[in-house]
Nanobody
Framework: QVQLVESGGGLVQAGGSLGLSCAAS????????MGWFRQAPGKEREFVAA????????YYADSVKGRFTISRDNAKNTVYLQMNSLKPEDTAVYYC????????????????WGQGTQVTVSS
């Protein structure tokens, strides 16, 4: 069992930066691929980024490539999402997720997810 708690959301102006963190409990964190998803009002949840258990494989959605960076620290059971050059269309609730592999996360297949944290980008 893995429990995930996101933090770091907030309000930022367009062009600004925010860093999200996701703290995981459970002894199997280091063996799990981790990812971030987001859901804007009236839209479906969409994939943002995923990272394999050893950080060897990383995927990004085209919409965030070059602006967002996913990373993890297995010693701290934490995964991060650094978001730069934020745009109003990045406004959403961001969810942390854990799954078997990063490729499965990219396909939207995950086993655990957190409660989400709100990110609002003003224009």
């Amino acid at each position: 069992q893995v429990q995930l708690v996101e933090s770091g959301g907030g309000l930022v102006q367009a062009g600004g930066s925010l860093g999200l963190s996701c703290a995981a409990s459970g002894r199997t964190f280091s063996r799990k691929a981790m990812g971030w998803f987001r859901q804007a009002p009236g839209k479906e949840r969409e994939f943002v980024a995923a990272i394999s258990w050893d950080s060897g494989t990383i995927y990004y959605a085209d919409s965030v490539k070059g602006r967002f960076t996913i990373s993890r620290d297995n010693a701290k059971n934490t995964v991060y999402l650094q978001m730069n050059s934020l745009k109003p269309e990045d406004t959403a609730v961001y969810y942390c997720a854990a799954g078997l592999t990063s490729s499965r996360l990219r396909a939207g297949v995950y086993d655990y997810w957190g409660q989400g944290t709100q990110v609002t980008v003003s224009s």
